[in-house]
């Protein structure tokens, strides 16, 4: 059973940083590139950042390049995204998912979507 445990959101200034975690388990952790989302109400889920199975390689939503660092710890299944220069409108509900390929755009291959992590970025 796919278990995706996202943790670390909280309320931050603008300007501040945050690390998110996302805790995996009931798939084969390392066949899999993995993915953040996010989510504010009323709009659907967009793709933040992708790495690869490997962790060699990373993609962003123009967004928040230059300002978030996505990796992976395979060894522990889990994945971070390091949130730095944090603006209002990165404000939303995150949560991670996988895809068995890296060049996948914003496909998730797992319905069981986690409770995601509340970010609010406000003063």
């Known amino acids: 059973q796919v278990q995706l445990v996202e943790s670390g959101g909280g309320l931050v200034q603008p300007g501040g940083s945050l690390r998110l975690s996302c805790v995996a388990s009931?798939?084969?952790?390392?066949?899999?590139?993995m993915k953040w989302f996010r989510q504010t109400p009323g709009k659907e889920r967009e793709l933040v950042a992708t790495?690869?199975?490997?962790?060699?390689?990373?993609a962003y939503t123009s967004s928040v390049k230059g300002r978030f660092t996505i990796s992976r710890d395979n060894s522990r299944n889990t994945m971070y995204v390091q949130m730095n220069s944090m603006k209002p409108e990165d404000t939303a509900v995150y949560y991670c998912n996988a895809a068995r390929t890296f060049f996948s755009g914003s496909r998730a291959d797992f319905n069981s979507w986690g409770q995601g992590t509340q970010v609010i970025v406000s003063s």
């Open positions: 790495i690869s199975d490997s962790g060699d390689s990373t």
């Open positions: 009931g798939f084969t952790f390392t066949n899999y590139a």
